[in-house]
């Protein structure tokens, strides 16, 4: 028999007795009521629920079983299909969609190895590009034929070689600034020696003018407060042994300028001391 000969349909009664089925031997008749449902493979389980599928096995064949119940008078009509023609749409489906995608996987890998080829040589030439501009060695040309693409990576491109023009006139700017302040640093260098020296200079020239300065003011003492102090000391002489009171008072009168004058001049020499 053919698939579609095997399949087999039939109708289940509110008790749970066959009343249709392909083999009339089930089927009640006089003094019959109907075998069983329960009596057929998986007959229990469609007696027991009221709809539902399954897989069982008949005299070695795989079936799937399907069953409803009518509503109302309560029959069940069941559909036992073999499993090879209840499954042969899907196997198809199957089929059909692993080819499709096995198509689809090819097209897809085509279509990565066309855009990978198609981004791998300017991804490298970037890369290429990124290396040489580290080394200072980056010329705009080599990236000519991608800068001028129209697309992200031209884009890509021309932002890179913009980028480059933009890092080598800061670095000739930084070299420059370099260079000026190195010649900056030896300029003030210079000056602070030079500075350095006139304040040699300057202090030699001070410590020289204050020894003869303190040389002065040791001659100067020694010169004025030394006939100073004998005058003073004569005046005082004289002064005792004046008998006249007018020349004594005259005499007085001359000892006190001497001693004024004396401060006078210890005052002056003191203050050029300071």
Request: hydrophobic share 45%.
């Amino acid at each position: 028999k053919t698939q579609l000969e095997k399949q087999d349909a039939y109708l289940i009664g509110p008790t749970g007795k066959i009343a249709v089925h392909p083999n009339k031997e089930l089927m009640p008749r006089k003094e019959f009521e109907g075998a069983d449902a329960s009596a057929l493979p998986g007959g229990k389980a469609v007696a027991e629920q009221p709809a539902g599928s399954m897989r069982i096995v008949d005299q070695g064949n795989a079936f799937r079983l399907y069953w409803a119940t009518v509503e109302g008078p309560g029959w069940k009509l069941v559909l036992k299909v073999p499993e090879s023609l209840a499954l042969e749409p899907a196997l198809k489906m199957t089929g059909l969609n692993i080819a499709t995608g096995s198509i689809g996987l090819v097209l897809t890998g085509l279509l990565v190895a066309f855009i990978a080829s198609r981004l791998a040589t300017p991804v490298q030439q970037l890369r290429d590009a990124a290396a040489a501009l580290q080394q200072g060695e980056f010329q705009a040309a080599t990236l000519g034929n991608l800068s001028r693409r129209s697309d992200e990576i031209g884009e890509l491109s021309q932002n890179f070689v913009s980028m480059a023009e933009k890092i080598r006139a800061r670095e000739k700017q930084l070299a420059d600034w370099n260079r000026n302040l190195e010649s900056t640093v030896q300029q003030r260098t210079a000056q602070l020696a030079d500075a350095v020296r006139q304040a040699e200079d300057a202090k030699e020239l001070a410590e020289s003018a204050n020894r003869t300065k303190s040389a002065f003011l040791a001659n100067m003492s020694h010169e004025l407060r030394t006939p100073m102090n004998g005058l003073i000391g004569m005046l005082e002489l004289a002064k005792r042994r004046m008998a006249d009171p007018k020349g004594n008072e005259q005499l007085g009168k001359a000892k006190g300028a001497a001693n004024h004058l004396l401060a006078v001049l210890n005052g002056i020499l003191d203050l050029s001391k300071i």
